[in-house]
């Protein structure tokens, strides 16, 4: 994903969250993909996908057990 992609990214999870302090992050050596934090807790990935013509996004993250408690 290029800057222009990821501001894009960007600014649609923090409207769409209601949420500033998200932050969407370029992966070393990763180019399909970028990470997600709010504030300086990684919270997630996001998977560019583009098959079959139609572009479209994955937001992967993962919620621990002792993270409910």
């Known amino acids: 994903m290029d800057k222009q992609e990821i501001s894009k990214l960007e600014v ?3 409207r769409t969250f209601q949420n500033q302090a998200i ?6 050596r990763k180019e399909d993909s970028a990470e997600v934090y ?5 919270i997630g990935v ?10 479209s996004y994955n937001f992967q993250m993962a919620i621990l057990d002792y993270d409910l408690e």
């Open 12 to 14: 649609f999870l923090r």
């Open 38 to 42: 709010i504030g300086d807790e990684f």
């Open 23 to 28: 932050q969407v992050r370029q992966r070393p």
């Open 46 to 55: 996001l998977f560019r996908d583009d098959e079959d013509d139609d572009l």
